[in-house]
């Protein structure tokens, strides 16, 4: 089954940068569609941004232009480049598959906390 471990996150003023890692185990991970997610404190977790296995990107509205996802076959690893941080980008950062029927058990997650 596939497994998610994600790590960079951390404290910073708004304005800077943060780049997000996402190591998969796993067999299906290169198949796969991998997105970002967050979910901001007292809300539901949405999709921030996703690439597809030949690496086509997609990203919400409130982060287009801002943040980057990419992806490195070689490494099985998803990375998550965010600039111009703002304050409403605050939230625990997760990755997985984009396709809900091919989610795994969410990891622990990053925590990103941007402050005005």
């Known amino acids: 089954q596939e497994q998610f471990v994600e790590s960079g996150g951390g404290l910073v003023q708004a304005g800077g940068s943060l780049r997000l890692s996402c190591a998969a185990s796993?067999?299906?991970?290169?198949?796969?569609?991998i997105g970002w997610f967050r979910q901001p404190p007292g809300k539901q977790r949405e999709l921030v941004a996703a690439?597809?296995?030949?690496?086509?990107?997609r990203y919400a509205d409130s982060v287009m232009g801002r943040f980057t996802i990419s992806r490195d076959h070689a490494k099985n690893a998803v990375y998550l480049q965010m600039n111009s941080l703002k304050p409403e980008d605050t939230a625990v950062y997760f990755c997985n598959a984009e396709d809900v029927y091919r989610r795994t058990a969410w990891g622990q997650g990053t925590q990103v906390t941007v402050s005005s």
């Open positions: 690439i597809s296995s030949s690496g086509l990107t």
């Open positions: 796993g067999s299906t991970y290169r198949a796969n569609a």
